[in-house]
């Protein structure tokens, strides 16, 4: 059986080998949708570097006309070039750091696209797991704009500007004392250190162990406006139960965060210590040159100008340093993600898309995370053209067996044959060609009723077939009388006058969405349960049109529902215990005769009571 790749753990150690590895990285996916962001990045990086030593060089020639009482036209002459300098670098920036702020915000929306599209191509049974579902929430946060691979891309950029910021400081600190240099050096080394240190212990103690507190928090305050269950929220006054749990949530959040920001607070403090014996020092230094080696006062405004510009960039380098690891951990978050296989590999093997046929061999299917089995040793054969239902008690098995014909899910032991070919050697998309489903779950999406039945484009929508489909389900009276009729847009979540469809309703728009489809394969999960009698009733009379010659599989609890099907299959704890026509098994007197004459009953009980 073929197996899905899991992710490798992954440490800061190992992260800062791959720093350069996934800088590229991502500089690549984001060249793949601006070219010029990179070079948008360098003119900004030097002109910041240039601007601040400009600015105090400015302050040097001034304080130096006045000491040296230059002839006033020269000095006017050398501010004005020097200031128009300074002027064209502060536009410069200012017009790049503009540009890149929408660069930014674009950058960052195109790639939470790329991660909304890459979820979708995740194995379903994978999807469902809460360590996938940790992933996504750890990449969802890999894609704001100072985090992952933009958030490693602008922090590179700011310390290659802090570098040749240091670099010019230094350049012109040496002609003072070489000494200072090294001990501004010395200190920012221990910052770094509690900066790296502080950053490291919030990722790895914090970031990553709040994703799964973070989704129940999320849960339970999206509860307040949840639709499907803010009627038994409010009828049942579950407010109570809901605030323990949010509290519960709330509070093992800020447990971690409290322990984050006592570690946080010590390093920081470390760090403004340092700083501290920093700035006496660098004041210390320059008293010292002015009184016992006869400093100019210009050069003393430059010189100190410089020296806080070169502790400044070092102060930066150390900030954006650590930073840019917790970037490049996202960024390795990220790459993860998008890289890592989380499908079944599979051959590629065609399959005849006119037709479909289904065989069980000996199937078992174990969820995961529990014990035990929800099929077991299941067996059986639907020919092409058949019309199956699936009846039993609940937790018998019947949407596990949906689940495994589409695809969602990978049997644990046994086979399954798609016209006599194992399923696990048929990707994704083949299965998809194959199946026309209606869930029992099923929702609508934010766009128009013609979009919701052919999930096409509108230009590409047949609309008089949709016309006939709706009709076929019982849901054209409705429709018509809508004032956009098929072009009417569902719920409100984008259109404040779109209108929500009832239960009934949604189900009878999830039947036409598989007719307009039609493919072989159809796929009826409790497609009625939430109908009227009579919209069910007219239901059934179309079933022989809606499903033709395409094969065919029904769940219901509504057992008069399985007469309209050629066999039925009843399953008992994961079991085949009997299968058959209708009167067969009326006539077998086993389980499947007594559900229905319990059902029966109880309508019969129903009309007495009338």
Request: aromatic fraction near 12%.
């Amino acid at each position: 059986m073929n197996k899905v790749r899991f992710k490798r753990k992954v440490d800061l150690d190992m992260l800062r080998k791959n720093l350069i590895k996934n800088f590229f990285y991502s500089l690549k996916i984001i060249r793949k949708y601006d070219k010029t962001y990179a070079l948008n990045k360098l003119i900004i990086t030097l002109c910041e570097a240039t601007i601040a030593f400009s600015a105090a060089y400015l302050i040097k020639i001034a304080v130096s006309a006045i000491e040296e009482n230059k002839d006033f036209k020269d000095f006017i002459f050398e501010i004005a070039i020097y200031s128009a300098i300074t002027l064209a670098l502060y536009i410069i920036t200012r017009v790049c750091n503009n540009l890149s702020w929408a660069k930014n915000y674009r950058l960052s929306i195109l790639l939470r696209q790329e991660r909304s599209v890459r979820t979708l191509d995740i194995d379903y049974e994978v999807l469902e797991r809460p360590e996938t579902q940790d992933e996504i929430e750890k990449v969802a946060r890999a894609t704001g704009e100072w985090n992952g691979p933009l958030g490693l891309i602008n922090r590179a950029f700011y310390i290659m500007s802090s570098i040749l910021s240091f670099l010019i400081a230094c350049a012109i600190v040496v002609s003072v004392n070489p000494l200072l240099i090294i001990l501004i050096s010395v200190l920012a080394l221990v910052k770094m250190f509690f900066e790296n240190t502080d950053k490291k212990k919030m990722k790895t103690e914090f970031s990553d162990k709040t994703p799964a507190i973070w989704r129940r928090i999320s849960y339970v305050n999206n509860i307040a406006t949840n639709f499907g269950i803010g009627k038994d929220v409010r009828v049942y006054r579950m407010d109570q139960f809901i605030e323990e749990e949010r509290k519960k949530s709330t509070n093992a959040f800020l447990d971690l965060l409290k322990k984050s920001n006592r570690k946080s607070n010590f390093y920081q403090g470390a760090i403004r210590i340092v700083s501290m014996l920093d700035t006496l020092m660098i004041y210390g230094f320059m008293a010292y040159e002015v009184i016992n080696h006869n400093m100019s006062i210009a050069t003393f405004t430059f010189m100190v100008s410089s020296i806080f510009n070169l502790t400044g960039s070092l102060y930066s380098i150390i900030f954006n340093n650590s930073w840019l690891l917790r970037a490049n951990a996202e960024t390795e978050d990220y790459r993860v993600f998008m890289e890592k296989n989380y499908v079944i590999e599979k051959e590629t093997d065609e399959i005849d898309e006119k037709e479909v046929s289904i065989e069980f061999k000996d199937v078992y299917y174990s969820y995961y995370g529990q014990e035990g089995y929800a099929l077991n040793g299941v067996s059986f054969k639907i020919n092409n053209g058949e019309k199956i239902a699936l009846v039993g008690y609940n937790g018998a098995g019947k949407t596990t067996i949906v689940k495994l014909i589409s695809g969602f899910y990978h049997p644990t032991k046994g086979q399954i044959l798609i016209n006599g070919k194992d399923i696990e050697t048929l990707k994704r998309e083949e299965i998809d060609k194959l199946i026309s489903s209606s869930y029992q779950e099923s929702l609508n999406l934010a766009y128009s009723i013609g979009e919701n039945v052919a999930m096409l484009p509108k230009k590409e929508i047949d609309y008089e077939k949709v016309d006939k489909i709706l009709k076929l389900v019982g849901l054209d009276k409705k429709v018509n009388e809508l004032p956009n009729k098929v072009d009417t847009i569902l719920t409100r979540d984008f259109d404040d006058k779109g209108v929500d469809l009832s239960g009934g309703e949604t189900q009878k728009l999830s039947i036409a969405r598989a007719i307009y489809k039609n493919a072989p394969l159809f796929i009826f999960d409790e497609p009625t349960s939430a109908m009227d009698a009579i919209s069910e009733s007219e239901l059934y009379e179309n079933f022989n049109e809606i499903t033709k010659n395409n094969t065919t599989i029904y769940i219901s609890h509504r057992l008069s529902s399985a007469k309209f099907c050629d066999r039925i299959i009843v399953l008992d704890h994961g079991k085949v215990s009997e299968m058959g026509t209708h009167k067969e098994l009326i006539d077998k007197n086993g389980e499947y005769k007594k559900l229905f004459e319990m059902q029966s009953e109880y309508y019969k009980g129903g009309e007495s009571n009338e």
